[in-house]
């Protein structure tokens, strides 16, 4: 078999190196006896590879009958300890105010490397969180293979799968993402593909056709972004109409975020708000200006998405929807703060740190409503991630003298590190300062004159100056005419009042990328302890 294997002597002279590889996929196979499990897999002439397998048994008493689960995409650690220094005042050293998830009374932590690569993306992770199993990345729900159909690989049940088979319970999913992307795609796609996302779409309605697989009668709730897969065209499936697919089974479909309140809890809802990832909480709340001239409409009318919900809007929603419709029966819950990763990516820190923060505050509102029906003590609530990014503060800018300065060295004495951090202007009052209701963290200001001196390990060639994007979501690196598509400049746009900062990874990265890091796991709720470690 000849294939590039971490050799890039042979990939730039274009001749593939041999190597001996080997591999056996079985198909159908299903453990139904609880206990520990060990396969053996015989080659080369007394060669083996030993993998251990434990099948859990069923618990004799459902300790859980609804389960919340939120997935920060790539929140890390370090990322919540930035956000609670931009959002809660500190007098004296100590916190006034803390975060939701500082209350939960488990925290755990849970590592994120791969099947193939101690770097994961967030299809395999996605695959991990929801069935236990590690895969390679790129793969949904299944062990992928060698064969050129993306759709046949051996398929692994999922979370979702399971509790609808069991319990017959209902099932909301719920991201800020285009609805077709890695983390909610995994509760129902099976393909080593991720990016089939028409596929993905038709699986949420009719799961997987042509194969013997768990019955899926599509989910109770169904929100997010992404309409270029639902109204009827290029990118849809099949040049379906989506919306009228769901349509005719019996979902209310529904566009923006009047509607979504508007509509019936005791009806299956499809919700979709706009073209590609949902508008970032910093625009829609901060500068709202932003969502105009995008022609994100979902209708597919090219006008422009200005009534989305937010993350607990649509959270919220869910829960009611999801209790109105499965009684005794339980409900499952998956609730996607997407953009903490995506804004990540594009290294516009503010922005993440503000999805962050708007998944806290979720959180918060969630369990408050739970309480309010009667069912946080039937409910366990876990807050995670699927991955990290490299990201960390390690000290303050002054902007003002930074923009001030003529030459890049003179610019990078702006930085203030150990003593000179000093504390935090995000939460200082002004005559201009933000106010929030009761309860509901936020900056007071997100362009104060000393902002955070932060970054990523892992990032392309850029420019910067440490202060939040006013005109919208970040653009750090771009191609310019004359060089290959795949070579990527410092955006001369961007950040322009900054100083240059030679990237680390490969010129053919407009983004940074994952990281290895560990990642928390908060839990609240019947259960709560086997997650702590």
Known sequence: MLIYILDLFAKDTGKPSLVKVTSKAYRRVALYEPGEYTATLNYYNGSKTVAEWLVRDLATVRKAKNILLFIGDGMTTNMITAARLIAHKSVNGRYQTKMMMDKFPVLGHQMTHSLDSYITDSANSATALYSGHKTTVNALGVYADSSKDPFDDPKIENIAEIFHRIWTGGVGIVSTAFIADATPAALTAHTRERGQYGAVVDSYLNGITNYTWTNWTGPDVLFGGGAEQFYPGKTSYMGKDYYAEFAKKGYNVVMNNTALQKTANNTKTLGIFSVSNMAKWLDRNVYPQNLRNQSNSPDGKKGDALDQPGLKEMTLKAIDILQARSGDKGWFIMSEAASIDKQMHTLDYDRALGELLELDDTVSASIARLKAIGQLNNTLVLVTADHGHGFDVMGSVDTKYLNAQQGDRQKRNAIGTYFNSGLSQYTAQTNASLHYSEGTHFPAQWDPRY??????????DRRENYQVHK?????????????????????????????????????????????????????MGPCQDMFSG
Do not use: C, E, M, W
């Open 451 to 460: 902002t955070l001196f932060s970054g990523i390990g892992a990032d392309p």
């Open 471 to 523: 005109d919208g979501p970040r653009v750090p690196a771009i191609n310019i005419t004359g060089f290959p598509k795949d070579d990527y400049f410092v955006n001369y746009k961007d950040a322009v009042s900054g100083f240059i900062v030679n990237g680390t990874l490969p010129v053919d990265n407009d983004q940074g990328v994952h990281s290895l890091t560990d990642v928390p796991v908060f839990a």
